[in-house]
Nanobody, 127 residues
Framework: QLQLVESGGGLVQPGGSLRLSCAAS????????IGWFRQAPGKEREGLSC????????DYADSVKGRFTISRDNAKKMVYLQMNSLKPEDTAVYYC????????????????????WGQGIQVTVSS
């Protein structure tokens, strides 16, 4: 069983940066690929990025490629999402999620492939 808790959200001005953190509890954290998702009001959940259990490979959605960076520290059981050049359209509730396998599914992360979810954290980009 993997439990995930997000932190680091808040209000930021357009063009600013935030780093989201996802703290995990459970055994053998490196056995789980971890993804980041977001959901804006009235919109479908969007897959943003995934990182392999080893941290050796990552995938990104086109909407965030070049602006967001996913990373992990398996010793600390943490996954991070560094978000730069934020735009108002990045406003959403952000979720981290875990797959019961150490490799990402490939391409844009799809929620149906993930077995464990955090509670979500609000990110608001506004002046």
């Amino acid at each position: 069983q993997l439990q995930l808790v997000e932190s680091g959200g808040g209000l930021v001005q357009p063009g600013g940066s935030l780093r989201l953190s996802c703290a995990a509890s459970g055994f053998t954290f490196e056995y789980y690929a971890i993804g980041w998702f977001r959901q804006a009001p009235g919109k479908e959940r969007e897959g943003l990025s995934c990182i392999y259990g080893s941290g050796g490979k990552t995938d990104y959605a086109d909407s965030v490629k070049g602006r967001f960076t996913i990373s992990r520290d398996n010793a600390k059981k943490m996954v991070y999402l560094q978000m730069n050049s934020l735009k108002p359209e990045d406003t959403a509730v952000y979720y981290c999620a875990g797959q019961r396998r150490p490799v990402c599914s490939g391409g844009v992360p799809r929620g149906a492939h993930y077995d464990y979810w955090g509670q979500g954290i609000q990110v608001t980009v506004s002046s």
